[in-house]
C-alpha cells in the first residue's frame, strides 16, 4: 500500500458505505451508513477497516447509488 491516500475513498465495508474524504484542514474524516437512520455519520473507527480490512473501493456514482437503494430500503 502507498503511504498517501487518493481522498476521497469510497468504499464497501462488509455491507456498509464508508467515504473517507479530506477535510478543511488538510485532515481526513470517516462517515458511514447509519442502517436505522440512513444517515452518514463520523466514525474514525473504520480507517483501519478501510486501510487493511476486507473492503471493495468504488467510484463515486456507485457508493451514491448504492446509499440511496439502501435508503429507500429503510
Known amino acids: ?17 464508508v467515504v473517507a474524504f479530506e477535510t478543511d484542514d488538510g485532515g481526513m474524516d470517516i462517515h458511514v451508513f447509519n442502517w436505522e437512520t440512513g444517515a452518514l455519520e463520523r466514525d474514525i473507527t473504520y480507517l483501519t477497516k478501510i486501510l487493511y ?22
Open 53 to 74: 480490512g476486507d473492503t471493495d473501493e468504488i467510484s463515486e456514482s456507485e457508493f451514491t447509488e448504492y446509499v440511496e437503494r439502501l435508503r429507500q430500503e429503510i
Open 1 to 17: 500500500m502507498s503511504d498517501e491516500l487518493s481522498l476521497p475513498m469510497y468504499c464497501i465495508v462488509g455491507e456498509r458505505p
